[in-house]
């Protein structure tokens, strides 16, 4: 049996984690990546690893954070389930600011993130048809609706690549689409998550109607703080509330996100790179020294 330990990435407004218990600092690096860990405790007894995803007074732009780092050092920390708490502009009437929606989908709009662990010397494919973890973002949802916070079980979310807000004609051409919320962070992880066997859900706190409504002026980012204010306090309830109801022990994913690379590698053992596997060793270790 895994001992579940539950990783949060906070967002914009998310730098720290109210409620976290016996907290202690402790530096897991990332080896050839750098970036440490943020502080690990527990919530009533199940052990928390938060990192703010911007950094501290918000320092990092999406295109700037080391996602790989950040992953790497969840993995290291023993991270079982992690869960992204993300500001994010709504493509949906039925979707107002406050609500907070349990992305199912991704579409990948950016163009300058390094998105995967492996490459030459370790060539992996791992699935990307269920991005997020069925029983992760069930609990999220029950989570939110027993604390009364407006929830949407499922909703696609578009990452662009900022960091400047979406002209009106991709705004439109999104909500045309189809696509729930947009926002400029969350399908690196996703992606990395899968390589690194997390169960990976996000939790995307909309913030605004983005530019496309015709009763909202564009979007600037002190609308988007002052919501984030009361999505933030709802957030550590939320936090609090899945800590209480989570279960101890790891469960296995449904879909395999705890198993993604029992079918991926496809670089044979003799033309592996030696440098490449030893930064594979906590993402990777159980499959390829397994
Ligand atoms: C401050 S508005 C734009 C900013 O907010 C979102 O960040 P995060 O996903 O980390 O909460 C969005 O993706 C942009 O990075
Ligand atoms: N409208 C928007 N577009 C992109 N990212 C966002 N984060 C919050 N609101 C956003």
Redesign the pocket.
């Known amino acids: 049996m895994t001992k579940a330990v539950l990783g949060i990435i906070g967002?914009?407004?998310?730098y720290d984690l109210p409620g976290l218990q016996n907290v202690r600092e402790e530096h897991i690096a990332s080896p050839g990546r750098a970036v440490g860990c943020g502080p690990i405790g527990d919530i009533d007894g199940l052990p928390i690893v938060f990192m703010s995803?911007?950094d501290k007074g918000?320092r990092l732009?999406?295109t700037d954070i080391n996602y790989r780092a950040n992953i790497d050092v969840m993995k290291r920390a023993g991270v079982t389930d992690l869960i992204?708490?993300?500001?994010?502009g709504s493509y949906k009437e039925n979707l107002p600011p406050g609500t907070f929606v349990i992305v199912d989908q991704f579409v990948d709009r950016t163009h300058n993130r390094a998105t995967s662990f492996f490459g030459t010397g370790c060539v992996a494919h791992v699935s990307m048809a269920h991005p997020t973890a069925p029983r992760l973002r069930m609990r999220i949802a029950e989570a939110a609706e027993a604390e009364s916070i407006a929830v949407a079980r499922d909703g696609t979310y578009v990452c662009m690549e900022?960091?400047q807000?979406s002209t009106l004609a991709e705004s439109l051409t999104y909500k045309g689409l189809g696509y729930s919320v947009v926002?400029?962070?969350?399908l690196p992880e996703a992606k990395l998550a899968r390589e690194a066997e997390l169960c990976y859900a996000t939790v995307a706190m909309v913030?605004d109607f983005d530019c496309w409504h015709p009763d909202h002026d564009a979007v600037t980012?002190q609308d988007?703080?002052r919501v984030?204010m009361a999505n933030a306090e709802k957030a550590a309830r939320l936090v609090a509330r899945i800590a209480k109801d989570f279960p101890r022990e790891h469960e296995p994913c449904p879909i395999g996100s705890d198993r993604a690379l029992d079918t991926a590698i496809i670089t044979a053992p003799e033309a592996r790179d030696p440098e490449l596997l030893k930064k594979l060793d906590a993402v990777a270790g159980r499959i390829l020294n397994g």
């Open positions: 967002g914009s407004g998310l995803r911007h918000h732009s999406p992204s708490l993300s500001a994010c900022g960091p807000f926002g400029m962070t969350n913030t980012v988007i703080i984030l």
